[in-house]
């Protein structure tokens, strides 16, 4: 198959209209994405925007169609690998709040 856009050239896609939704988890990028005006312009104008986030306020969080509360890393169960490519166990020490699932 062909490759998928990158972060950068998926934001122009929304901006000219070649991408209509957008599913954005755990990252804000209104905040952390070069042209950050650009972005958030984008994000602003695609019809459909879900954002899944730990932080239920951000710059991106505030243009979601849907908002998904999502657990944080305490919260929760399974398996992550490191940048050395090490699979560690991890396991919750916090009950997750609310309506949150892990993302």
Known sequence: GKPGLKAVEMFKAVADGRVKALWI???????????????????KACPFVVVSDVLAET?????????LPATAWGEKDGTVTNSERRISRQRPFLAAPGEARPD
């Open 25 to 43: 988890m755990a990252t804000n990028p209104v905040d952390s994405m070069p042209d950050a005006g650009a972005v958030e312009a984008a994000i």
């Open 59 to 67: 710059d991106t969080v505030r243009h979601a169609h849907v908002r």
